[in-house]
Protein backbone atom coordinates (compact mmCIF):
# COMPACT_ATOMS: atom_id res chain seq x y z
CA UNK A 1 0.00 0.00 0.00
CA UNK A 2 1.63 3.25 -0.74
CA UNK A 3 1.95 6.00 2.00
CA UNK A 4 -0.48 9.08 2.23
CA UNK A 5 1.66 11.67 0.96
CA UNK A 6 3.29 9.37 -2.12
CA UNK A 7 -0.47 8.88 -2.87
CA UNK A 8 -1.12 12.84 -2.46
CA UNK A 9 1.83 13.33 -4.91
CA UNK A 10 0.77 11.07 -7.36
CA UNK A 11 -2.45 12.50 -7.44
CA UNK A 12 -1.14 15.76 -7.65
CA UNK A 13 0.76 14.48 -10.61
CA UNK A 14 -1.57 13.49 -12.36
CA UNK A 15 -4.29 16.46 -11.77
CA UNK A 16 -1.53 18.61 -12.91
CA UNK A 17 -0.68 16.75 -16.28
CA UNK A 18 -4.66 16.47 -17.24
CA UNK A 19 -4.88 20.09 -16.53
CA UNK A 20 -1.65 21.12 -19.10
CA UNK A 21 -2.86 18.43 -21.40
CA UNK A 22 -5.96 19.85 -21.84
CA UNK A 23 -4.75 23.16 -22.29
CA UNK A 24 -1.85 22.64 -24.54
CA UNK A 25 -2.12 19.28 -25.80
CA UNK A 26 -0.39 16.08 -24.48
CA UNK A 27 2.22 16.45 -27.00
CA UNK A 28 3.12 19.48 -26.03
CA UNK A 29 3.91 18.95 -22.20
CA UNK A 30 6.87 17.25 -21.08
CA UNK A 31 7.33 15.24 -18.54
CA UNK A 32 10.47 17.63 -17.29
CA UNK A 33 7.39 20.63 -18.07
CA UNK A 34 5.09 18.48 -15.21
CA UNK A 35 8.17 18.02 -12.74
CA UNK A 36 8.99 22.00 -12.88
CA UNK A 37 5.47 23.35 -12.83
CA UNK A 38 4.83 21.39 -9.45
CA UNK A 39 8.31 22.14 -8.18
CA UNK A 40 8.72 18.03 -8.21
CA UNK A 41 11.93 16.59 -9.32
CA UNK A 42 12.32 14.43 -11.99
CA UNK A 43 13.02 11.28 -9.68
CA UNK A 44 9.65 11.77 -7.97
CA UNK A 45 7.87 11.95 -11.20
CA UNK A 46 9.64 8.89 -12.87
CA UNK A 47 9.05 7.03 -9.24
CA UNK A 48 5.42 7.09 -9.74
CA UNK A 49 5.35 6.57 -13.40
CA UNK A 50 7.67 5.23 -15.90
CA UNK A 51 6.89 7.69 -18.38
CA UNK A 52 4.25 9.91 -19.91
CA UNK A 53 2.44 7.14 -21.65
CA UNK A 54 2.31 5.41 -18.12
CA UNK A 55 1.19 8.77 -16.86
CA UNK A 56 -1.47 9.29 -19.68
CA UNK A 57 -2.69 5.84 -18.80
CA UNK A 58 -3.04 6.64 -14.98
CA UNK A 59 -4.99 9.54 -15.71
CA UNK A 60 -7.87 7.36 -17.58
CA UNK A 61 -7.42 4.03 -15.87
CA UNK A 62 -10.93 5.01 -13.98
CA UNK A 63 -12.49 5.86 -16.51
CA UNK A 64 -11.71 2.09 -18.73
CA UNK A 65 -13.85 0.52 -16.08
CA UNK A 66 -16.66 3.07 -16.66
CA UNK A 67 -16.77 2.21 -19.99
CA UNK A 68 -16.65 -1.56 -19.71
CA UNK A 69 -19.04 -1.43 -16.89
CA UNK A 70 -21.04 0.98 -19.86
CA UNK A 71 -20.51 -2.06 -22.05
CA UNK A 72 -21.29 -4.97 -20.18
CA UNK A 73 -24.83 -3.24 -19.90
CA UNK A 74 -25.34 -3.25 -23.15
CA UNK A 75 -24.78 -7.06 -23.49
CA UNK A 76 -26.99 -7.52 -21.23
CA UNK A 77 -29.72 -5.22 -22.07
CA UNK A 78 -29.34 -6.61 -26.14
CA UNK A 79 -29.51 -10.47 -27.26
CA UNK A 80 -28.94 -9.70 -31.06
CA UNK A 81 -24.92 -8.95 -32.05
CA UNK A 82 -25.36 -6.43 -34.55
CA UNK A 83 -27.59 -4.01 -31.57
CA UNK A 84 -24.91 -5.00 -28.69
CA UNK A 85 -21.48 -4.31 -31.34
CA UNK A 86 -23.33 -1.30 -32.38
CA UNK A 87 -24.34 0.24 -28.71
CA UNK A 88 -20.85 -0.90 -27.78
CA UNK A 89 -18.88 0.63 -30.48
CA UNK A 90 -21.04 4.01 -29.69
CA UNK A 91 -19.55 3.91 -26.31
CA UNK A 92 -16.35 2.81 -27.17
CA UNK A 93 -15.95 5.49 -30.19
CA UNK A 94 -17.40 8.02 -27.85
CA UNK A 95 -14.70 7.65 -25.30
CA UNK A 96 -12.02 7.31 -28.20
CA UNK A 97 -13.19 10.68 -29.43
CA UNK A 98 -13.08 12.52 -25.94
CA UNK A 99 -9.74 11.12 -25.13
CA UNK A 100 -8.12 11.37 -28.70
CA UNK A 101 -4.51 12.73 -27.36
CA UNK A 102 -4.62 10.54 -24.05
CA UNK A 103 -4.97 7.52 -26.09
CA UNK A 104 -2.60 8.56 -28.54
CA UNK A 105 0.11 8.89 -25.94
CA UNK A 106 -1.10 5.29 -24.67
CA UNK A 107 -0.96 3.78 -27.59
CA UNK A 108 2.42 4.58 -28.85
CA UNK A 109 4.79 2.41 -29.67
CA UNK A 110 6.91 2.74 -26.35
CA UNK A 111 3.52 1.77 -24.73
CA UNK A 112 1.74 -0.92 -27.11
CA UNK A 113 2.97 -3.70 -25.40
CA UNK A 114 2.28 -2.17 -21.58
CA UNK A 115 -1.37 -1.14 -22.91
CA UNK A 116 -2.19 -4.29 -24.89
CA UNK A 117 -1.31 -6.64 -21.07
CA UNK A 118 -3.79 -4.07 -19.60
CA UNK A 119 -6.94 -5.13 -18.05
CA UNK A 120 -8.47 -2.94 -19.60
CA UNK A 121 -7.59 -4.36 -23.36
CA UNK A 122 -7.97 -7.54 -22.20
CA UNK A 123 -11.59 -7.14 -20.74
CA UNK A 124 -12.26 -5.65 -24.33
CA UNK A 125 -10.29 -8.61 -26.06
CA UNK A 126 -12.85 -10.54 -24.49
CA UNK A 127 -15.76 -8.51 -24.54
CA UNK A 128 -15.45 -8.65 -28.66
CA UNK A 129 -14.36 -12.38 -28.29
CA UNK A 130 -17.58 -13.83 -26.81
CA UNK A 131 -19.42 -11.61 -29.41
CA UNK A 132 -18.10 -13.31 -32.30
CA UNK A 133 -17.15 -16.36 -30.91
CA UNK A 134 -20.18 -19.28 -32.25
CA UNK A 135 -17.95 -22.24 -30.74
CA UNK A 136 -18.02 -23.94 -34.12
CA UNK A 137 -14.34 -21.77 -35.34
CA UNK A 138 -12.78 -20.11 -32.29
CA UNK A 139 -9.54 -19.32 -34.50
CA UNK A 140 -11.99 -17.61 -36.42
CA UNK A 141 -13.35 -15.84 -33.68
CA UNK A 142 -10.13 -15.03 -31.89
CA UNK A 143 -8.71 -13.15 -35.97
CA UNK A 144 -12.17 -10.91 -36.04
CA UNK A 145 -11.35 -9.94 -32.59
CA UNK A 146 -7.70 -8.96 -33.29
CA UNK A 147 -8.46 -7.07 -36.17
CA UNK A 148 -11.26 -5.54 -34.63
CA UNK A 149 -9.12 -4.29 -32.32
CA UNK A 150 -6.57 -3.19 -35.00
CA UNK A 151 -9.02 -1.15 -36.47
CA UNK A 152 -10.03 0.28 -33.17
CA UNK A 153 -6.10 1.92 -32.43
CA UNK A 154 -6.74 5.55 -32.41
CA UNK A 155 -4.75 5.67 -35.34
CA UNK A 156 -6.57 3.67 -37.25
CA UNK A 157 -9.82 6.07 -35.51
CA UNK A 158 -8.16 9.48 -36.55
CA UNK A 159 -7.50 8.16 -40.07
CA UNK A 160 -10.82 7.37 -40.37
CA UNK A 161 -12.37 9.88 -38.97
CA UNK A 162 -10.21 13.08 -40.79
CA UNK A 163 -8.92 12.02 -44.11
CA UNK A 164 -11.89 9.37 -44.84
CA UNK A 165 -14.27 12.48 -43.15
CA UNK A 166 -16.33 9.44 -41.61
CA UNK A 167 -18.74 9.90 -38.62
CA UNK A 168 -18.44 7.90 -35.82
CA UNK A 169 -21.71 6.45 -36.59
CA UNK A 170 -20.47 5.53 -40.81
CA UNK A 171 -17.24 4.61 -38.71
CA UNK A 172 -19.25 2.07 -36.52
CA UNK A 173 -21.50 0.93 -39.61
CA UNK A 174 -18.93 -0.18 -41.45
CA UNK A 175 -17.23 -2.08 -38.42
CA UNK A 176 -20.81 -3.93 -38.20
CA UNK A 177 -21.14 -4.73 -42.04
CA UNK A 178 -17.31 -5.71 -41.78
CA UNK A 179 -17.44 -8.09 -38.68
CA UNK A 180 -21.04 -9.38 -38.56
CA UNK A 181 -22.46 -9.26 -42.25
CA UNK A 182 -24.61 -11.88 -41.89
CA UNK A 183 -26.20 -11.49 -39.05
CA UNK A 184 -30.21 -10.44 -38.10
CA UNK A 185 -31.24 -7.46 -36.55
Same mark, same amino acid.
Given at each position: ????????????????????????? %??? %??????????????????????????????????????????????????????????????????????????????????? %??????????????????????????????????????????????????????????????????????????
Amino acid at each position: MMRKDARENRQRIEEKALELFNSEG %VKN %VSMNRISKELNIGMGTLYRHFKDKGDLCYHIIEHDFDTIMNQMLSVKERYSSKKEIMSHSLDIFLKFKTDNSDLLNCIEGEDN %VKLFRSSDFFQNLNQYYFDLFNDDEDESWAIFKTDMLLKSLTTTTFTFQKNERQLSNETFRDNLIKLYLPNEEE
